[in-house]
């Protein structure tokens, strides 16, 4: 198969990486799609249940594949809010302006380690593209989610002399609502996406990716079904 019928989706099973997943195999019309999520030690397994649950839905899905790097919870221990054993997730209203540029919800390093294993996995398929879900947050913001981070790991994989891949993050500079719109245009079932960084039986709605969550659906003008559960 030529590398361009193929690519590789790092999917969480978030709002914005289910979307980038329709987007890929409807939108774009990629025939063979390998979808990658990562179990890192985050501090509920609901996203990946929603991953598993949309990627059965989609054909054009080849291959699911969940690594286990849970060795991640003891270097990143204590240093973030969002796996196992670290700090109490915030509540959005509770961050200082100072945090909201590097909130405790950032996990040290690991998009550029989730991309790289990402590229492995792509090379390794025949793959050239790996689609990455990072979006404009609207309150707060991580440097590994920004259009300037993807283009300098764009340029470190370019350095690969046989078949280099690329990242593309498409929803790079777009606003969640977009997200939304688009994913409703692709017929996603937003039911099954999880986006709360608590858990639990239903979203928190305080914490930062609720917050962000809730104003996106707001935007775009229709109810989320996660909250009208």
Known sequence: MNSTDSATVLLSG?????VLLHHVVKELGIPCVFALSFDY?????????????????????REHHVLDLGIFRGLAAGAT???GGGPEVPDLDDLSEDELQQPPTY??????????????YAEARGCSTVYYGAQAQDRYGYWDCTGEFVARINDVLALNRGQAVRVEAPFAEKRKGEGVLLGMALGVD????WSCYRGGGTPCLTCPTCVERERAFDEAGVADPLVAL
């Open 14 to 18: 978030g709002l914005d990486s289910t």
């Open 41 to 61: 030690g985050q501090r509920h397994s609901r996203e990946l249940m929603m991953a598993r649950w949309q990627v059965d839905r989609l054909p054009a899905v």
């Open 81 to 83: 809010a969002l796996v």
């Open 107 to 120: 996990v040290p390093n690991r998009n550029m380690m989730l991309l790289s294993l990402a590229a492995a």
């Open 190 to 193: 937003f039911a099954h996406t």
